[in-house]
Protein backbone atom coordinates (compact mmCIF):
# COMPACT_ATOMS: atom_id res chain seq x y z
CA UNK A 1 0.00 0.00 0.00
CA UNK A 2 0.90 3.84 -0.96
CA UNK A 3 1.00 6.72 1.27
CA UNK A 4 -0.29 9.15 0.78
CA UNK A 5 1.90 12.51 -0.24
CA UNK A 6 2.74 15.22 2.21
CA UNK A 7 1.28 18.12 0.00
CA UNK A 8 -1.24 17.71 -2.63
CA UNK A 9 -0.14 17.33 -6.16
CA UNK A 10 -0.89 20.15 -9.07
CA UNK A 11 -4.73 20.12 -10.13
CA UNK A 12 -5.43 17.83 -7.35
CA UNK A 13 -8.15 20.06 -5.61
CA UNK A 14 -9.37 21.02 -8.98
CA UNK A 15 -9.65 17.24 -10.40
CA UNK A 16 -11.58 16.31 -7.06
CA UNK A 17 -13.92 18.82 -7.04
CA UNK A 18 -14.79 18.52 -10.51
CA UNK A 19 -15.13 14.64 -9.50
CA UNK A 20 -17.72 15.75 -6.47
CA UNK A 21 -19.58 17.64 -9.64
CA UNK A 22 -19.99 14.59 -11.37
CA UNK A 23 -20.88 12.38 -8.96
CA UNK A 24 -23.65 15.00 -8.00
CA UNK A 25 -24.73 15.87 -11.24
CA UNK A 26 -24.99 11.77 -11.95
CA UNK A 27 -27.49 11.59 -8.78
CA UNK A 28 -29.80 14.26 -9.78
CA UNK A 29 -29.90 12.93 -12.74
CA UNK A 30 -30.70 9.40 -11.31
CA UNK A 31 -33.35 11.30 -9.51
CA UNK A 32 -34.95 12.58 -12.69
CA UNK A 33 -35.61 8.86 -13.56
CA UNK A 34 -38.54 8.12 -11.09
CA UNK A 35 -37.56 10.24 -8.26
CA UNK A 36 -37.32 8.45 -4.83
CA UNK A 37 -40.58 6.66 -5.32
CA UNK A 38 -39.96 3.12 -3.22
CA UNK A 39 -36.80 0.49 -3.02
CA UNK A 40 -38.01 -0.69 -6.49
CA UNK A 41 -38.74 2.63 -8.78
CA UNK A 42 -36.62 2.21 -11.85
CA UNK A 43 -34.23 4.76 -10.31
CA UNK A 44 -33.25 3.55 -7.47
CA UNK A 45 -29.96 1.84 -8.31
CA UNK A 46 -28.76 4.71 -10.39
CA UNK A 47 -29.26 6.92 -7.21
CA UNK A 48 -27.80 4.46 -4.90
CA UNK A 49 -24.80 4.08 -7.34
CA UNK A 50 -24.55 7.38 -7.59
CA UNK A 51 -25.04 8.20 -4.08
CA UNK A 52 -21.99 6.31 -3.59
CA UNK A 53 -19.98 8.24 -5.92
CA UNK A 54 -20.87 11.64 -4.27
CA UNK A 55 -20.33 10.67 -1.12
CA UNK A 56 -16.87 9.02 -1.89
CA UNK A 57 -15.79 12.12 -3.70
CA UNK A 58 -17.36 13.79 -0.74
CA UNK A 59 -14.70 12.43 1.72
CA UNK A 60 -11.30 12.71 -1.03
CA UNK A 61 -12.44 16.13 -0.89
CA UNK A 62 -12.26 16.59 2.54
CA UNK A 63 -8.96 14.95 2.62
CA UNK A 64 -7.53 16.80 0.10
CA UNK A 65 -8.55 19.89 1.76
CA UNK A 66 -6.97 18.77 4.51
CA UNK A 67 -3.06 18.62 2.95
CA UNK A 68 -0.99 21.56 2.08
CA UNK A 69 -1.33 23.36 -1.12
CA UNK A 70 1.47 21.50 -3.95
CA UNK A 71 5.29 23.53 -4.02
CA UNK A 72 5.57 25.43 -7.20
CA UNK A 73 9.00 25.46 -7.78
CA UNK A 74 10.35 28.85 -8.87
CA UNK A 75 9.81 30.34 -12.44
CA UNK A 76 6.88 27.62 -12.80
CA UNK A 77 3.28 27.96 -12.46
CA UNK A 78 0.56 26.00 -11.18
CA UNK A 79 -1.07 25.15 -14.54
CA UNK A 80 2.65 24.46 -16.13
CA UNK A 81 2.98 21.60 -13.45
CA UNK A 82 -0.37 20.03 -14.03
CA UNK A 83 0.33 19.60 -17.41
CA UNK A 84 3.46 18.06 -16.83
CA UNK A 85 2.74 15.76 -14.56
CA UNK A 86 -1.36 14.64 -16.06
CA UNK A 87 0.63 14.76 -19.80
CA UNK A 88 4.27 13.22 -20.15
CA UNK A 89 5.28 13.55 -23.32
CA UNK A 90 5.52 9.97 -24.02
CA UNK A 91 1.70 9.89 -23.73
CA UNK A 92 1.04 13.00 -25.83
CA UNK A 93 3.52 10.96 -28.66
CA UNK A 94 1.74 8.00 -28.09
CA UNK A 95 -1.87 9.58 -28.19
CA UNK A 96 -0.40 11.37 -31.62
CA UNK A 97 0.38 8.06 -32.91
CA UNK A 98 -2.79 6.58 -32.46
CA UNK A 99 -4.92 9.60 -34.20
CA UNK A 100 -2.51 9.20 -37.07
CA UNK A 101 -3.04 5.42 -37.42
CA UNK A 102 -6.84 5.74 -37.07
CA UNK A 103 -6.67 8.13 -40.12
CA UNK A 104 -4.16 5.82 -42.28
CA UNK A 105 -5.99 3.08 -41.70
CA UNK A 106 -8.48 3.75 -44.70
CA UNK A 107 -5.58 4.86 -47.31
CA UNK A 108 -2.64 2.32 -46.49
CA UNK A 109 -5.15 0.18 -45.22
CA UNK A 110 -4.96 -2.61 -42.46
CA UNK A 111 -1.25 -4.40 -42.95
CA UNK A 112 0.59 -0.96 -43.82
CA UNK A 113 -0.75 1.29 -41.20
CA UNK A 114 -0.54 -1.43 -38.78
CA UNK A 115 3.63 -2.13 -39.19
CA UNK A 116 3.96 1.29 -39.16
CA UNK A 117 1.62 1.63 -36.08
CA UNK A 118 3.56 -1.16 -34.45
CA UNK A 119 7.04 0.06 -35.43
CA UNK A 120 6.58 3.69 -34.30
CA UNK A 121 4.85 2.47 -31.13
CA UNK A 122 7.87 0.36 -29.76
CA UNK A 123 9.93 3.45 -30.78
CA UNK A 124 8.01 6.00 -29.15
CA UNK A 125 7.52 3.98 -25.91
CA UNK A 126 11.48 3.68 -26.02
CA UNK A 127 13.31 0.76 -28.13
CA UNK A 128 15.58 1.72 -30.21
CA UNK A 129 16.55 -1.40 -31.74
CA UNK A 130 15.31 -0.20 -35.18
CA UNK A 131 15.71 -3.79 -36.92
CA UNK A 132 14.29 -5.74 -34.12
CA UNK A 133 11.13 -3.22 -33.72
CA UNK A 134 10.97 -4.10 -37.52
CA UNK A 135 10.85 -7.92 -37.56
CA UNK A 136 8.84 -7.79 -34.14
CA UNK A 137 6.01 -5.62 -35.89
CA UNK A 138 6.26 -8.13 -39.18
CA UNK A 139 5.72 -11.32 -36.71
CA UNK A 140 3.08 -9.78 -34.70
CA UNK A 141 0.91 -8.63 -37.83
CA UNK A 142 1.62 -11.97 -39.43
CA UNK A 143 -0.13 -13.83 -37.01
CA UNK A 144 -2.48 -10.92 -36.15
CA UNK A 145 -3.28 -11.28 -40.33
CA UNK A 146 -3.92 -14.96 -40.19
CA UNK A 147 -6.12 -15.37 -37.45
CA UNK A 148 -8.05 -11.99 -37.83
CA UNK A 149 -8.69 -13.39 -41.98
CA UNK A 150 -9.09 -16.81 -41.66
CA UNK A 151 -10.70 -17.98 -38.16
CA UNK A 152 -12.79 -14.68 -37.40
CA UNK A 153 -12.99 -13.95 -41.57
CA UNK A 154 -13.18 -10.51 -40.75
CA UNK A 155 -12.33 -8.07 -44.11
CA UNK A 156 -9.83 -5.90 -43.17
CA UNK A 157 -9.27 -2.40 -45.63
CA UNK A 158 -6.66 -3.56 -47.99
CA UNK A 159 -5.97 0.05 -48.79
CA UNK A 160 -2.98 0.51 -51.23
CA UNK A 161 -2.53 -3.33 -51.26
CA UNK A 162 -6.05 -3.70 -52.67
CA UNK A 163 -4.94 -6.06 -55.38
CA UNK A 164 -2.06 -7.85 -53.33
CA UNK A 165 -4.22 -9.10 -50.89
Request: net charge positive; charged share 10%.
Amino acid sequence: MTTAPDRRLPGELTFVLVLLLFGLTALWQAFRISGFASWSSPGAVPMLAALVLAVSAARIVLATLRQPPPEIPAGSTLPKQFGHLLLPRVIVAFTLLIVLYMFALEPLGFVVSSFLFLAAGMWVLGSRRIIYNLAISAICLAVIYVIFQTAFSVVLPAGVLKGVL
